[in-house]
Each structure stands twice: as structure tokens, then as C-alpha cells.
DNA sequence: ACGTGGTTGTTCAAATTCAAACCAAGCTGT
DNA sequence: ACAGCTTGGTTTGAATTTGAACAACCACGT
């Protein structure tokens, strides 16, 4: 077994750093997301990925890629959602196999009125701690990071 | 109601890769430590901070802060190790309630065995894509973001 | 000593997650 | 047309997570 190359002090700090963070706000966009609109962020993804496709639906495969997620998981949310009458399913005209997740106009509108929220959070959560200039290095070395990961 | 500060390119490019990175990693070293050592990645790090605590043990509560989880969460994890023979409890001599997780000699042993492919995994995903530059970002960007969620 | 309030860790029920099995339907080559 | 492989989505069962309720205990002021 050949010894690896351990982390030293600055890679451990990101690495550590990277870990805490992605925890910390993920619980406290939970938790805001919970009380505010009755939504976990999972949802809260679906139906924003929802509003900004065009006609506001999107295949179930395609927005579990999206999300990352599994496609079971998208199943069981979607039908949470679609209890509450935020979403709702459609059958696809060229597949019979396919289904469309459609936004609902309450779905649209409960979007509306969780999107101030969940944007003040954050920015209170990440954005706002971040000057320009680190928010440019996390925006490129992140989105190369989730870039490799697709294939 | 008050229209808020949306976000704009740059910090919603930021955002974005916050969440795929994170969910991209995390989902990848989920995978590996399940195939290569048989651990869940939570199950890993309750092992890494035992392991890096003086005599091996650290109290339930203290450690469910330090590993951001739930004391629930916590006391099933240490149960499923417990199981294995890679962790044991111990009553704490001054307080009654209290609990020590102490890392056994099994738990160390499967700790070392899989270190060096998670490693390997942590710079595969992350580290190595980054300079150093961009990790002394990191490392202090997201070192802020998590203390100041910690309050 | 005594009450009060905060801690400690576990238990419990409910919600969520994933992978694997599954079924039905599409596609390809013969 | 048909066999064999891939795809799309759901179902299923097991594992995990969380918050709330709980029981036992500590610490502190009176």
C-alpha cells in the first residue's frame, strides 16, 4: 500500500472549510425555507428549476439530473408536491412512457412569495460574508469542481 | 412587501456552484467510502474526530456539534459502529448522564486502511482541481461562512 | 437542604433517502 | 416481425435523519 499524499495545513483548512460551510448553510436554508414557505429546500429546487424552464415543466429524468438526485427521490418529492397542488404531472405526447413535472400557478405563486426569503438567507448565509473578488474564485473553482463530477 | 436585492450573475454563478459542488462531492465520497471501506461518509467522520481527540474519545454532545448533526443522528450512528466493534461508549466518571464514544483498536485499524483512498477521493474531487491560490480562497472564504453560522 | 432551570443522552414517530427490482415501452439489428 | 438491449418512471424495503418528548441528573441561588 503506497503512502498517499496527505492533505497539508492550507488543504485541510478548504477541505475542512468546504465541509462545515456546505453543512452549515444547507441546515440553516432548511430550516429558514421550513418555517417561512412550509417547503425543504429539495422542494423549494424542484420548483425553481420548474419556473425557469420554459412552459415551466421539465421531464422527471432530466430534473432529477438537475437537482442531482436520485430518480426515486424525485418521484416521492413530486408527489408531495403534487398533494399540495404545486405541481402537477402530465404525460408525454411523443413517449407514453414519459412524464412532464408541470408548475402549477399556485405553485408559481408560493414561489413568488418564498423566493425574498430564501434570497435574503442567501445572502445572509454566503453571499454578503464574500467580496467580489472570492465570490469570482468560488464561482469558477466550484463550477469546475461540479463540472469534472457530471460525466 | 420590500423587493429584494436579487442576485446577480456572479454571485448566482457562486451560489450555483456551492450547491453542485457540494452535492457532487459529497455524493461521491458517499460511494466511495461505502464501496472501499464499508462506512457511511458521517460514520467516517465520527471515526476522523474520535481518532484526532486525546485518548480517543470525545462526549455525544460535543461531538454532534463538531460533526453538525443532530444529537438523535448522533447517538444512532454511534450505535451502528458500536455494532461493528469500531466504537464503544463509556460512562463519563464525573457526570452520570454523561457519554464518552471511544475509538477502539478496530475502529483506528479500519480508519487507517481507509484513509488513503479517501484521501485520494477528497483530492480527486476537490483539491486537485484548484491552485493554490484558490484554496487559500477557499479555506478562508468558507472558513468565515462556517463560523459565523456557528453562533 | 431544596426547588428551579438547564443539560445529557435516548427513545419515538414521521419524513425522507437511496439502491435495486420491476414493468412497460422504445430502439436496433437481423 | 422478432429477440435483445436500453430507457423512463414507479414501487418496494431498508437505512437514515430530524425534532419533540422523556427521564435522569447537575448546578446554582436561596
Known amino acids: 500500500m503506497k503512502e498517499p499524499r496527505w492533505l497539508d495545513e492550507l488543504e485541510m483548512a478548504a477541505w475542512q472549510g468546504f465541509l462545515e460551510a456546505g453543512n452549515r448553510v444547507t441546515r440553516r436554508l432548511e430550516q429558514q425555507l421550513k418555517d417561512e414557505a412550509g417547503l425543504s429546500h429539495p422542494q423549494y429546487e424542484i420548483l425553481v428549476h420548474l419556473a425557469d424552464a420554459p412552459g415551466g415543466e ?53 414561489l413568488r412569495t418564498a423566493a425574498p426569503g430564501h434570497v435574503a438567507t442567501v445572502r445572509e448565509a454566503l453571499i454578503d460574508v464574500l467580496d467580489r473578488e472570492e465570490l469570482a474564485v468560488l464561482a469558477r473553482a466550484l463550477g469546475e469542481v461540479g463540472r469534472r463530477l457530471r460525466d
Open 58 to 110: 421539465i421531464r422527471m429524468t432530466e430534473l432529477a439530473e438537475r437537482l442531482i438526485t436520485s430518480k426515486s427521490g424525485l418521484t416521492y418529492q413530486v408527489g408531495q408536491l403534487e398533494r399540495r397542488g404545486l405541481v402537477r404531472r402530465r404525460a408525454c405526447p411523443t413517449d407514453v412512457r414519459g412524464v412532464f413535472a408541470v408548475l402549477t400557478e399556485e405553485g408559481r405563486e408560493l
